[in-house]
């Protein structure tokens, strides 16, 4: 075999995890409970057509193009269907730009810590990833110009709003200097957002790609719609759209026509913006709960984010201890999370931890945090 | 950017023949008015669940594995349904074990003409295309020994079961012969099978991956289900299957889940072969339509193919003729083809044309090969 991978460690917990007794603070997945079925099955039950059923352009389903567009538009992001691709989930977005951007031998920076499946994406790809330092207002634009004068990235990544696994959201003066970064030495950005519209508190911030055509856009249904349908998009500049293209016809032909059609029909049929407020409603309350228990879980000199959205929150333990370390014994007491050393690309800071507040309700968060007392103090 | 990409000319050809007074025998299609609608539309209805919608293990659906690992056993090929990894059609496998086995630099051994979204796949991955020596009984296991030995391929690519673009099927010898090499040379082989149960006429040849576990077989719900699905399947030993399990995390996390899932109740719920018999008739009648009037069609001294199974019939036109140049005219006068030279690693042979039988009743066939005539004669 010419090559040879690492599975990811997270991924091998996540399937201890998955015992009924867990209450499970590891997964980064949006709450079942909260999808609607019931729209989502009366789309797929008008989509479904010989055409869905048959092979489909590469580009994406115009309606659901146009609808995605649109709704971009009003976030601040004026976007027409022509700037979008739709893609097998962002995890496929962003394997296609990979594709397309970087070599072995490439240079990827990243904020630390970041998304593990970007990192392991970069892996493949023989790319070599070089942290940006930041603080809980995300990436330090000066930092950035310093890295990119030193290593010369051809790409940087970023999960500019509720970061996963931080929380943390880049603010709008810091977007500005790094767009100005990016243009200035031809940088490309990617702002990876399928958190974006779960904010529980505070105003939106403009997208990053509203600052620059350096930047591009990468968002999902996942997170506002059902993950299992695997669908995101792509907006990106025309001539590396028709790049991307290419490598997406080479990738997959295209992403299933049904559930593309069945999206645009939801979209079309459906108040999402209302869907949306009541997962913001529910998530909030769920974030609310778990930082409302943190003082009572964690050790004397414990830090946390509080995000304003999203579905994370970001613990660093006091002391010398490593969290890798006690995710086994949190296991055995039926409640799971993640430890953090997974999410740096370089040197782990091995006191951290991942929890997601978006699978429970406040009751099970509640005893979740109990348990996990019991292992942490 | 870093890299640059080519579209495919077949696909911006396909664009122009989409009007709907086109005849098309462009496209590799399957036949849209005998999609299984009613049958797929209540697997959907029942597949659809809080399950369904959630994200899902990268390795892909247990039933669907199950069910497929079953037909593939009935076909002669001994499956479980750990041995499967479910994709995103069978080009994502095709994508995914070029991902995990070549560099830039490597080198893939194709028979020619070959279907050319795999070659794209593997101009994209910066590897070398060499063409090895066939006939109309598939390629010739001696060339191969010679090709391995002289280039030292990682990698040899073949449709085996009634290829694409030319309709041939390797002989069950030569597939022996073929996979002896494999094993003596530890060449790894593609067996890409989307047409295998498309049989018309002839009994059943065995899989290739029947006689050397060195041959990775590509299976696909294209053609006997519906391609929109966007669902296939590659069976492949085990240390194999781990690496390309973490290549497809990076490359979509997972396929549709609920794709999956509708695939699997519908495949449980319904008589595929007695469909796949009526997809077969079908065919078979649209084959013979085809080949009865390619006499009046084609100058003489033309030579074709006579496909036992499949979509294809491939035609040689004699003298110096550019079947590119012929391709607009013949768009003029509202029917399709794809030009040969496409389907070509290496040097095309341009008075080549592939036809493809399966979207037009034999009336709209015996039409459309009228309007050809008035082109190639």
């Given at each position: ?82 700037d ?8 496929q ?40 330092a ?24 970023l ?24 243009d ?31 930047v ?28 991307l ?100 690309a ?6 951290t ?25």
């Open positions: 075999m010419a090559r040879t991978f690492t599975s990811s460690p997270v991924r091998d917990l996540l399937a201890l995890a998955n015992r009924p007794e867990v209450i499970s603070f590891a997964g980064g997945l949006p709450a079942p409970d909260l999808f609607d079925v019931d729209g989502l099955r009366a789309a797929f039950d008008q989509a479904l057509s010989r055409r869905t059923l048959q092979y489909a352009p590469t580009e994406g389903d115009v309606d659901l193009r146009a609808l995605v567009a649109a709704r971009m538009t009003r976030r601040g992001l004026p976007t027409t269907a022509a979008l691709l739709v893609t097998t989930g962002s995890q977005a962003l394997a296609l730009v990979v594709t397309a951007l970087l070599e072995p031998g490439s240079v990827v920076a990243v904020e630390e810590p970041t998304y593990l499946a970007a990192l392991q994406c970069f892996q493949l790809a023989g790319a070599r990833v070089v942290p940006v930041g603080d809980e207002h995300g990436v330090d634009p000066a930092a950035l110009a310093e890295v990119v004068e030193r290593e010369r990235p051809e790409l940087l990544y999960v500019p709003t509720f970061a996963n696994p931080t929380g943390r959201t880049l603010d709008a003066g810091r977007r500005a200097a790094i767009a100005a970064v990016a200035r030495h031809g940088l490309w950005v990617v702002e990876d957002d399928p958190y974006g519209e779960l904010r529980f508190r505070g105003e939106p911030v403009p997208p990053l790609a509203s600052f620059s055509d350096r591009l856009h990468l968002g999902s249904f996942s997170k506002i719609g059902a993950p299992g349908l695997r669908l995101g998009w792509l907006r990106a500049p025309e001539a590396l759209l028709r790049t293209v290419i490598v997406k016809q080479a990738a997959d032909l295209h992403t299933s026509a049904l559930d593309q059609a069945a999206a645009a029909v939801y979209l079309g049929a459906t108040d999402l913006d209302e869907h949306v407020r009541g997962l913001c409603a529910a998530y909030r309350e769920r974030r609310d709960a778990m930082v409302a228990a943190l003082p009572s879980t964690t050790p004397e000199g414990t830090r946390w984010t509080d995000p304003d959205g999203g579905m994370f929150v970001w613990l660093t333990l006091p002391g010398d201890v490593d969290t890798g370390e006690l995710v086994g014994k949190a296991l055995e007491r039926d409640v799971a999370f993640v430890p953090g050393a997974a999410f740096y370089t040197t782990p800071d091995r006191s931890m991942r929890l997601s507040f978006t699978t429970n309700a406040p009751d099970g968060i509640a005893e979740g945090m109990r348990r996990l007392a019991t292992v942490l103090r």
